[in-house]
């Protein structure tokens, strides 16, 4: 249901019209234009980072991962895992690159990078960036790690649960 705009290590990236639609929804919160620009940019690297960290760990597992950016966010699809150990671990990988970038956004920042900036608003702009890149993945990989169904940490809680009860009423402990 999306258009296809690039692929990294022959992954898929896919996205939808809606997601355009998000991403002037989040630009339309600032009142220059910008810094709307610039969150924008943010959503998005975020959100592939993220995906890309599900897709990679698909990947390992050979199971054909792809990539979609649409109107709520985004969605790694792949065949199934043969495991729910490896399972587990694609589900994972998502938050955890989340965290990692957000990680490598607090080195950048408490370095100062932004102050090697020449031009005084480049430089504010920059520090923006990273300030809200930390915000945002931290955020977002701590939300998204809570244990509702569809988000990831739900996903860990129903695989968890299938180890612990009878699949039907790990489903309804899940869902419920």
Same mark, same amino acid.
């Given at each position: 249901?999306?258009?296809?705009?690039?692929?990294?290590?022959?992954?898929?990236?896919?996205?939808?019209?809606?997601? #355009?639609?998000?991403? !002037?929804?989040?630009?339309?919160?600032?009142?220059?234009?910008? *810094?709307?620009?610039?969150?924008?940019?943010?959503?998005?690297?975020?959100?592939?980072?993220?995906?890309?960290?599900?897709? #990679?760990?698909?990947?390992? !597992?050979? #199971?054909?991962?792809?990539?979609?950016?649409?109107?709520?966010?985004?969605?790694?699809?792949?065949?199934?895992?043969?495991?729910?150990?490896?399972?587990?671990?694609?589900?994972?990988?998502?938050?955890?690159?989340?965290?990692?970038?957000?990680?490598?956004?607090?080195?950048?920042?408490?370095?100062?990078?932004?102050? *090697?900036?020449?031009?005084?608003?480049?430089?504010?702009?920059?520090?923006?960036?990273?300030?809200?890149?930390?915000?945002?993945?931290?955020?977002?990989?701590?939300?998204?790690?809570?244990?509702i169904w569809p988000l990831d940490?739900?996903?860990?809680?129903?695989?968890?649960?299938?180890?612990?009860?009878?699949?039907?009423?790990?489903?309804? !402990?899940?869902?419920?």
């Amino acid at each position: 249901n999306g258009i296809r705009v690039f692929s990294i290590a022959n992954i898929p990236v896919y996205i939808s019209p809606f997601y #355009l639609l998000l991403l !002037f929804f989040f630009g339309m919160q600032y009142s220059h234009p910008a *810094y709307g620009a610039i969150f924008a940019l943010i959503v998005t690297i975020s959100l592939l980072v993220h995906e890309f960290g599900h897709a #990679l760990a698909a990947k390992f !597992f050979r #199971l054909d991962p792809q990539i979609l950016l649409h109107g709520i966010g985004g969605l790694t699809q792949h065949r199934s895992a043969s495991s729910d150990r490896d399972d587990a671990l694609i589900v994972a990988a998502g938050p955890a690159a989340g965290l990692s970038l957000a990680g490598l956004s607090f080195v950048a920042e408490s370095a100062g990078l932004p102050q *090697y900036v020449s031009n005084p608003r480049l430089a504010e702009l920059a520090s923006f960036f990273l300030k809200q890149m930390l915000v945002i993945n931290v955020f977002w990989s701590v939300l998204n790690l809570l244990p509702i169904w569809p988000l990831d940490g739900g996903q860990l809680t129903r695989l968890a649960a299938l180890r612990l009860m009878k699949p039907r009423m790990a489903e309804k !402990f899940v869902h419920g």
